[in-house]
């Protein structure tokens, strides 16, 4: 597609829940990442996604947070039992890694609110 | 571990006067710089990158940075704000083959 895309664009659930979020990078982009925006806290980098290597999951913050990318392309970032601590925008973001093209094009996000 | 300070959470100016929003980064090795803006409700966008070459590198809608490696900055200039300025700036830093680190932003306001 044009951009990166994330869905859904909100998701509102309750506490304890589990939660998925998608998102579809840019065609032919190797690397995806997804970030947490929460208000005053920045950007925070939470996983990596690059070609076939093994992700760097350095940023999870707790082992209730996980991801995925099938196929190389769609990736789906879950979120288990769904604390308060965890409404924020999420953000994916795909990149090129070669030539002028270098750069991140970021998904609209998902702002997630966990009542 | 790279790792970016942008110093200022809000930055205030006059509508026609000079922008300037800082970022210091820490980095081992030669690193690549952006600027993200991020308008209220609206998602990231790009307004210049360094990668390698001259180190004042311009941007979309008049902004301008200058990588200064001896000062680890990469600051980022407008000569004179417009109204449409005001929003969320970010840095970030990052190597290649790595994810893209940020600052915790510069919210940036303009007054007529």
């Known amino acids: 597609g044009a951009g990166v895309s994330q869905s859904p664009s909100n998701k509102v659930t309750e506490k304890g829940k589990d939660v998925e979020l998608r998102c579809d990078p840019i065609?032919?982009?190797?690397?995806l990442y997804w970030y947490r925006q929460s208000l005053g806290q920045g950007l925070e980098f939470l996983i990596y996604f690059q070609g076939n290597s093994a992700p760097d999951k350095s940023g999870l913050p707790s082992d209730r947070f996980s991801a995925e990318r099938t196929g190389g392309s769609v990736s789906t970032l879950t979120i288990q039992r769904t604390q308060q601590e965890d409404s924020a925008v999420y953000l994916c973001?795909?990149?090129?890694?070669?030539?002028?093209?270098?750069?991140?094009?970021f998904g609209s996000g998902t702002r997630l609110t966990v009542v | 571990a790279q790792s970016v300070t942008q110093l200022g959470s809000h930055v205030s100016v006059s509508e026609g006067a000079l922008v300037l929003l800082r970022c210091n980064y820490s980095s081992s090795v030669p690193p690549y710089l952006f600027w993200y803006v991020q308008y209220p409700n609206q998602g990231l966008q790009l307004l210049l990158k360094?990668?390698?070459?001259?180190?004042l590198v311009k941007g979309i809608n008049g902004f301008e940075a200058e990588f200064k490696k001896s000062e680890t900055s990469f600051h980022l200039t407008k000569p004179s704000a417009h109204m449409s300025d005001a929003a969320e700036y970010f840095c970030a830093v990052n190597q290649a083959g790595t994810a893209l680190i940020f600052g915790k932003g510069t919210t940036l306001s303009v007054s007529s």
């Open positions: 360094y990668t390698t070459g001259a180190t």
């Open positions: 065609s032919g982009h190797t690397a």
């Open positions: 973001a795909s990149s090129l890694w070669s030539g002028e093209d270098y750069g991140y094009t």
